[in-house]
């Protein structure tokens, strides 16, 4: 199978000396959809941020077999498509074409295909129709979707999510999920909502410290409570208990 | 939370809504230029200036309470800086008095200077609320880079309008919270309050900064802003600048 994804021993430092990563090893193959859990401050953003060339390690990420480095950046923000926490910080621009279309301007595009692209990925977000729209107008869970829209319009071969359904009331989530479901690509998601990582992903890797702890089937991960408890995923024994 | 400071009256339909963003910047920017070189005593032109704009603010709609309001924000501005010109200028003395040591004297002249500030001011900022009002931001925004403004101003400025909302929500967030825990103090203790605060704002925008610049590169941007062209003059436009253009001159050459 196609490596999509290829890290071996990746550490990264934050510049006050804060240790983000710890031998990082991980492969994520074509066609996978992926979940990474783990507690606040595992290193969750910061593995993502490597994953298109934000953040650079001590060793080389290799995205569908193409190291990530200077001169391959353009192309690596192509295939992967990061799509931020905050919508808020995803969707700079006054109006959602602007937003939409702010990739594949980039990419230097002609104006048609660009127009093409925001009109498809407007599409596949089940929100067409909306790209006059302000972002500030616009509900969290439409703000999600546009978020999403900004990064299929470069049609990516890595969907990159951090913390997709955070926010979102329950019908707003399960809707996205359905909606990501349905997207074809390979998929890293990042999340604290493993309604999310059961409903989505086969295979799960949990973070703790910088590290990788554990690494399997979504099933296995997410019925080992004492592993999940560990690592503080799962509520202590007593707490679990119903109160009366 | 939704906040309409900016674009509360840009959905109206009226002639001048209908507008190429282009024409109303430049007929703004040539009725300003036109205030501001008419001579000091020429009252009839500023009448006539008057009209022209109040005609064009009747076309378009624009509640005149809602204009009015708007407009009276300038005054602070203009009467810091202008209030002393009638004691500095020299000529006919209006009136003058002694305030302990000091001598002070008003003239004619310098009072008649302050009131022709303070009217060209009034005139300049009804235009900028009928460009503003009647126009969308974004409409604007690409009037701008059309006209040859540089790229990078006109994105400072679509920033601006995107997050000014955003920094809006989070200041009215930071003092509901502060006042559900406020139990009186001093007026020392609550300046020092409302100190963290502002520095509170300022360090969340630089990493709201941060993350919106990670953002912006995850989508290939590489410091050089790209964007489509997408407006287009139609007839009315032309028409428009024509007649605008027209009146300015005539009232030069008729009045002066």
């Known amino acids: 199978m196609d490596k999509v994804v290829d890290i071996e021993n990746l550490s990264f430092s934050y510049p006050d000396g804060h240790q983000g990563l710890k031998d990082i090893n991980l492969v994520v193959y074509f066609g996978e959809n992926v979940a990474l859990i783990g507690p606040n401050g595992a290193g969750k953003s910061t593995l993502l941020l490597h994953l298109n060339g934000i953040l650079h390690g001590n060793s080389m990420v290799r995205i569908c077999g193409l190291p990530v480095e200077e001169k391959n950046l353009k192309e690596i923000r192509r295939k992967v498509g990061l799509v931020f926490q905050d919508p808020e910080d995803q969707l700079f621009s006054p109006t959602v074409f602007d ?23 407007l599409k596949w977000v089940g ?12 509900s969290v869970g439409e703000r999600k979707r546009i978020a999403i829209a ?11 999510l951090d913390e997709p359904t955070s926010n979102l009331d329950p019908r707003s989530k399960w809707s996205l999920i359905e909606l990501l479901r349905q997207l074809p690509m390979t998929k890293v998601i990042a999340a604290h909502d493993l309604e999310l990582v059961s409903a989505l992903c086969q295979r799960t890797i949990i973070l703790d410290e910088a590290r990788i702890v554990a690494e399997s089937t979504t099933t296995n991960i997410l019925n080992d409570i004492p592993l999940l408890r560990t690592h503080g995923l799962a509520p202590q024994e007593k707490a679990i208990q119903a109160p009366g | 939370m939704k906040h309409s400071f900016i674009d509360q009256y840009n959905d109206l339909d009226s002639l001048i809504h209908r507008l190429d963003p282009r024409t109303k910047l430049i007929t703004s920017l040539a009725f300003i ?33 809602y204009v009015l309001k708007r407009s009276l924000v300038i005054f602070p501005f203009v009467l810091l800086i202008a209030i002393f010109i009638p004691f500095f200028k020299s ?16 003239t004619y002249d310098g009072l008649l200077i302050l009131a022709n500030v303070v009217v060209k001011a009034w005139l300049s900022i009804l235009s900028l609320i009928l460009l503003s009002a009647t126009t969308k931001f974004t409409e604007l925004l690409k009037g701008l880079r059309q006209l ?29 919270a502060r006042d559900s825990r406020n139990f009186g103090g001093s007026r020392l203790h609550k300046l020092r309050t409302i100190g963290n605060m502002i520095g509170t704002l300022f360090i969340r925008s630089y990493e709201r900064g941060e993350r919106i610049y990670a953002a912006m590169l995850s989508r290939g941007f590489d410091s050089n802003v790209r964007s489509l062209r997408l407006l287009s003059f139609k007839r009315v436009d032309a ?3 024509a007649a605008f253009g027209l009146a300015l001159i005539a009232s030069a050459i008729i009045f002066w």
């Open chain 1, 99 to 121: 937003d939409v279309a702010f990739g594949p301007i980039n990419m230097g595009y002609s104006e048609l295909e660009v127009k093409q692209r925001v009109a498809q990925a």
């Open chain 1, 127 to 138: 929100m067409d129709g909306y790209e006059q729209r302000s972002p500030h107008h616009l």
């Open chain 1, 150 to 160: 900004t990064v299929l319009s470069l049609n990516p071969q890595l969907l990159v």
């Open chain 2, 33 to 65: 230029v036109a205030v501001v070189l008419t001579p000091v005593s020429n009252w009839r032109v500023f009448a006539f200036y008057f009209c022209l704009i109040a005609a064009l603010l009747i076309i378009s709609k624009l509640p005149p309470l």
């Open chain 2, 91 to 106: 000529g006919e003395v209006a009136g003058s008095y002694n305030i302990w040591l000091w001598q002070v004297s008003v």
């Open chain 2, 148 to 176: 040859g403004v540089p790229e990078v101003i006109v994105l400072i400025l679509s920033f601006m309008y995107r997050y000014v909302f955003i920094l809006v929500d989070e200041v009215m967030r930071m003092r509901r």
């Open chain 2, 239 to 241: 028409y428009f600048g």
